[in-house]
């Protein structure tokens, strides 16, 4: 083979691997990709197999790889997750789908009794290499119990790393660093953005670093910190603020459990001023969290209290009051004008 020849295919595979996708596509890529790459890797949940997931998440899985590694199961969320922590211990890696979150407080006994105890009570004999999947978030005009965002009841849980993607490129490289991490991830994939926008992805296999938060946009006047959905009324708030002349940095959060606060303090004490979104109702969830972190480690160089964005503390209502309860770009910038007027 000449070198025009080699040169000419290296460049047609890097072509090759390098597709435009939506957020659920990127996921599906993952997914390929993990079970590609270790055999161990199987996929199991409601209509996962056949029908390839009800947001066609695991489409194709079971014609290339067998229903031996993608396996439709029992409408049985308890179930689903306890094989999933006995199929971990055993050498296999599983990664789990609940269709929607609404669906997944059959599975918190297992996820918290189990998996994410198992390092602990084997004192390391045993660890829990599962991910737990699940469209979350309103926004799409669901029916109850269809849009819920109760991130912070797994944030709370010691042993349980919780993740959460806002975009394609992170949804990818996110879901590839979980299933090759040793212990239970909690996979919470924002549904309203899974078509919103298209990136390109080159489909590498390289994950993305858990635990961290990632830098969206410097600024120097305000940090905007938020997650999952909710960044893309961030980034268009920090859009708006730029046309009146105020830099907003902004921050993806991306692991809502463990934390990365140096990341946030770092950009706190460089701007003085900080607003924390979250889709999720106001009490206990993770913008407070956030917040007091904020508040203990940077109290010094706060110009302003710390502003939360948040949902209600009420259900999610049904559609055609969806949009009432979830915060807005308008919200956002209120917020921002409360801390830059602040005294």
Known sequence: MGIDHQIAVTADLKLSDTKVVTMVEAVNLALHRAMQEDENVVVLGEDVATNGGVFRATVDLKDRYGCKRVMDTPLAESLIAGISVGMATQGLRPVAEMQFMGFIYAAVEHMISHAARMRNRTRGRLSCPMVLRAPYGGGIHAPEHHSESTEALFAHIPGLRVVIPSSPTRAYGLLLSAIADPDPVVFLEPKRIYRMARQEIRDNGEGLPLDTCFTLRTGRDISLISWGAMMHETLAAAQALERLGIDAEVIDVATISPLDM??????????????????????????????????????????????????????????????????????????????????
């Open 262 to 343: 140096e990341t946030i303090c770092t950009s706190v004490e460089k701007t003085g001023r900080a607003v924390v979104v979250q889709e999720a109702a106001r009490q206990c969830g993770l913008a407070s969290e956030i917040s007091a972190n904020i508040s203990e480690r940077c109290l010094l160089h706060l110009q302003a209290p710390v502003q939360r964005v948040t949902g209600y503390d009420t259900p999610m209502p049904y559609f055609s009051n969806e949009q009432l309860y979830m915060p807005s770009v308008d919200d956002i910038l209120a917020a921002v004008k409360n801390c830059l007027e602040f005294a």
